[in-house]
């Protein structure tokens, strides 16, 4: 059987949600949306700039065909984020999701956030373009 893993909707370890609904298989899926551009978005604190940086979501989806966007941000400000529609994997910062992503890798990261930990996180996490906050070597800002 045939898995398009590159489908916006494909889940990796559990059936995506139109499989479940209707037992739709990937080879005949009319679903299936295949992502072109990978997208991490970084924006950890202040549920201000944090709500702010939604309004780059759109523009980000019309630049990159087919753009997945996974945004990452703390659990205090996860619960205002999770029924965005432009946002296609959200993810609150713990060890879990640090560790996924580092182990990931990305057409485009943005880091939107200049605290340490973002900073940190944007420079181990694998991506071809780098835009926002990051760290020099020596460990500062």
Known sequence: METKRDCRFFKGSKPCAYH???GSVC???RFYDGVKTRILVINLVGIGDVLRTTSLLEPL???YEGAS???LTSQNVYDLLKNNPLIDE???LNLESSLRLQASKFDV???LDKSAEAAALSCLIRADTKL?????EDGQG
């Open 20 to 22: 479940k609904s209707d």
């Open 27 to 29: 080879a005949s899926c």
């Open 61 to 63: 989806k019309a630049k």
């Open 69 to 71: 966007i996974v945004f």
């Open 90 to 92: 959200l993810l609150a």
């Open 109 to 111: 990261l943005i880091n």
């Open 132 to 136: 926002g906050f990051g760290l020099k």
